[in-house]
């Protein structure tokens, strides 16, 4: 069993930050790429960032600049340190890890946290 954790959302005013923390844990050999979407309401689910077990990133357009990606290989986990908030920010966030179990590699999600930036 792999379960994922994502925490550290919250209500922040426009112009702060908030840092986003998810680790992986349970029975597996290894975890490829990491990363974070995040779903408004009414809206489809969005990649907002991505990390490779190398480190390479890559990120959505409407965050570049104010969004870094990092992980801890050691802990498995990943962060997302988000600064300059906008409200458009607004939404849950989940984190996404590529993991490999057996001979697969599958999909996994954190249970979210919102984060809610007030104008």
């Known amino acids: 069993q792999v379960q994922l954790v994502d925490s550290g959302g919250g209500l922040v005013q426009a112009g702060g930050s908030l840092r986003l923390s998810c680790t992986a844990s349970g029975s597996f050999l290894r975890i490829n790429d990491m990363g974070w979407y995040r779903q408004a309401p009414g809206k489809q689910r969005e990649l907002v960032a991505i990390i490779s077990s190398g480190g390479s990133t890559n990120y959505a357009d409407s965050v570049k600049g104010r969004f870094t990606i990092s992980r801890d290989n050691a802990k498995n986990t990943v962060y997302l340190q988000m600064n300059s908030l906008k409200p458009e920010d607004t939404g849950v966030y989940y984190c996404?890890?590529?993991?490999?179990?057996?001979?697969?590699?599958?999909?996994?999600w954190g249970q979210g946290t919102q984060v809610t930036v007030s104008s």
């Open positions: 996404n890890a590529k993991i490999i179990r057996g001979v697969w590699q599958n999909d996994y």
